[in-house]
């Protein structure tokens, strides 16, 4: 159960398959008495791959692309190994992290890990509000199956304000990677 003052934050969650190959998805993730919680619906190919090898590595990073490419397939990243992490070019800061217990449930289970080790590359730049609408619409982009498309596109018109007011090159990159997966959706034509 979450408490209402336990924040979430977004987060790209490097798991691993059998062979050892990265996949990368993000994630709202919480943070409970030193341990790191990820709760993925089902199916998801990160929680197999985590439940299976038992261990992660939590990427934050400022670049929104990462958000955008890695929900509709376009690989805008490099990933490099340091040790046992899997490390974003664009991360400010890494997490490795520890399977230690699963809260099981048919439509979305909890996982606590342990953080093994923790990493700063580089500084926080500061609240850029264009990165949160992306991240909001990557939000979205992500409910398209559930959610109706004119209160998506709603919600993407009250977004694109902070767009044209605050968005650098990265911002603008994704936020039109999402817009195009929203125009191209079946039900929006
Ligand atoms: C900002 C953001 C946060 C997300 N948080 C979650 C989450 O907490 N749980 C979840 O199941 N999916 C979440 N998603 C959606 C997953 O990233 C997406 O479904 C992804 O494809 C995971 O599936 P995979 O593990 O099969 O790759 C989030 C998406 C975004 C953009």
Redesign the pocket.
């Known amino acids: 159960m979450s408490s209402p003052r336990e924040p979430i934050f ?1 987060l790209i969650v490097v798991s691993e398959d059998a062979q050892g190959n990265p ?1 990368i ?5 919480r943070r409970r008495n030193h341990q790191v919680l ?4 089902r ?5 197999d791959n985590l439940l299976q090898q038992g261990r992660a590595t939590l990427n934050m990073t400022d670049d929104v692309r990462v ?1 955008a490419g ?2 509709i397939g376009h690989e805008c990243w490099t990933l490099k190994r340091d040790n046992q992490a899997w490390v974003l070019d664009s991360a400010l800061s890494y997490q490795t992290l520890k399977l230690q217990q699963v809260e099981d449930d048919e439509l ?1 289970p909890t996982l606590y890990f342990d953080v093994l080790e923790s990493k700063t590359l580089s500084a926080f730049a500061g609240y850029n509000r264009a990165q949160n609408a992306v ?1 909001e619409l ?2 979205l ?2 409910r398209l199956h559930l959610l109706p498309i004119a209160q998506i596109k709603q919600e993407m018109q009250y977004l694109h304000n902070a767009i044209s007011k605050t968005a650098g090159e990265r911002e603008w990159q994704a936020w039109q990677w999402l817009a195009e997966k929203i125009a191209q959706y079946p039900e929006s034509r």
């Open positions: 977004e996949h998805a993000p994630f709202g993730i990820i709760a993925p619906y199916p998801s190919t990160s929680l958000f890695a929900l979305r991240i990557a939000v982009v992500s």
